[in-house]
């Protein structure tokens, strides 16, 4: 089990941060791993289930971050539907309360993490700025949720209660734009 690989509990700070500096271990979220076990989604979400109260979703650049199209985020947002009453949590996390519509969330590793279809809309809805860096997270999200971002436009046309739907919109048709500019990949 991926658990059984992160050190926070068993070393003390300083060892931690010293197996860190001679390259023994890195960091993986806010735990640390042996040097030599490979990133994977699942040892990423291993990582925030220390931190995020036990039926939380994480979701945001967090949930971009577990699906490995973005860096670890700073702080982590959770959320917890609305039928559970929220717990006090550390301050890296921010929880807030949701309702998840059927196919939102999947489960990675022992985490629940918002899809990869729901982190990009989520992507694309509450990010400020809106740059490459963003529209290729949420176009590989929309690959790996097997929709292409006309197919993610009609499907967010037709949500209902969508806060921020014309900047969704908006902005999955600058993806759409991306992705015709760099016209078809060739696959070996």
Do not use: C, K
């Not at 993986?28 to 030599?36: F, I, Q, T």
């Not at 959320?79 to 059927?102: F, N």
């Not at 949500?159 to 759409?176: H, I, S, T």
């Amino acid at each position: 089990m991926l658990t059984s690989f992160l050190l926070d509990s068993r070393l003390p700070a300083a060892e931690l941060m010293s197996a860190r500096l001679d390259g023994d271990v890195r960091s993986v979220g806010s735990s640390y791993v042996p040097a030599d076990i490979p990133s994977t989604p699942e040892l990423r979400a291993t990582s925030l289930v220390l931190v995020v109260p036990d039926a939380a979703v994480i979701e945001g650049r967090a949930a971009a971050w577990v699906h490995g199209v973005m860096s670890a985020p700073g702080r982590v947002v959770a959320g917890r539907s609305v039928s559970i009453r929220p717990v006090r949590e550390p301050s890296t996390v921010l929880q807030r309360q949701v309702s998840y519509p059927a196919g939102d969330v999947a489960s990675i590793g022992p985490a629940l993490v918002t899809s990869a279809l729901r982190t990009a809309l989520d992507l694309a809805r509450r990010e400020a700025a809106f740059d490459l860096r963003l529209a290729t997270a949420v176009a590989t999200l929309l690959g790996r949720a097997g929709i292409d971002p006309t197919g993610a436009r009609r499907a967010v046309a037709g949500r209902e209660g969508m806060p921020y739907r014309l900047r969704v919109l908006d902005r999955l048709a600058q993806v759409e734009r991306l992705a015709r500019a760099a016209g078809p990949v060739s696959r070996p």
